[in-house]
């Protein structure tokens, strides 16, 4: 009866012992799978940023043209592109400040965002996959509004949202805070904007499939614990 080599890695067979099954692996990653590479993640944040930055320009020259109805309707009473300027940060924050606060402040904001979606990209693991589209996708959209924040003073945005939800969340924010505005209107927004909230829910979605337990191994998957 040969005995097994003592340095050989463990491993289980599957029921036709053809192909050997790994314990586990990490995050579900896959056998072999590598790390996010920086090609990548570069790649993401610059495709992004390029679209923020094509579409702030083409509304402004489109809109700005338009004299006699400044805005493009693409859904009566819901949807449309109207240029606006935002001096502040999401809600109008700092609207109202001065420039000598209000710019160092974003300024700053902005490039420790930068610096810490770098470094957490760092620490990916293979399996996180969720991560690996979110974290470029958030730099991105980051670099597009602190490129206007630098160039303009100001954040161009140009899609405008408004709905009955919007009412009714506005409503129930009300009841808490009764200086709240009551408004069917989004606050308006752009490219860069859609790429952080896409970013950020693709971060939420892998802290919450990272503390599920990991599933029961099958049967057939099970390691091996006879001898031969």
Not at 14 to 30: H, K, T
Not at 171 to 197: K, Q, R, S, Y
Request: charged share 15%.
């Amino acid at each position: 009866m040969n005995e097994p080599l003592a340095d050989a890695p463990l491993a289980s067979t599957s029921e036709d012992g053809a192909v050997p099954l790994r314990p586990s692996v990490p995050r579900g990653g896959s056998p072999g799978e590598a790390r996010p590479s920086y090609v990548f993640f570069g790649g993401i944040a610059a495709c992004a940023l390029m679209a923020d930055v094509a579409s702030k320009a083409w509304a402004e020259i489109t809109l700005t043209a338009r004299t006699r109805d400044p805005a493009i309707k693409l859904v009566e009473n819901h949807l449309s592109f109207s240029l606006a300027y935002n001096r502040g940060g999401a809600w109008g924050l700092l609207q109202n400040a001065s420039e000598l606060v209000r710019r160092p402040f974003f300024l700053c904001v902005s490039c420790a965002a930068v610096v810490f979606i770098i470094s957490l990209y760092s620490r990916l693991l293979p399996g996180q996959r969720a991560l690996k589209w979110g974290l470029p996708l958030v730099l991105g959209g980051a670099l597009g509004n602190l490129t206007d924040r630098v160039v303009r003073t100001s954040v161009v945005d140009f899609i405008d949202y408004r709905a009955e939800w919007i009412t009714k969340m506005n409503e129930g924010i009300a009841t808490l805070v009764p200086t709240w505005n009551v408004t069917d209107h989004w606050p308006t927004f752009n490219v860069a904007d859609m790429c952080i909230c896409a970013g950020v829910a693709l971060m939420a979605i892998d802290m919450i499939t990272s503390k599920q337990p990991p599933k029961a191994a099958h049967p057939s998957q099970a390691p091996a614990t006879g001898t031969g």
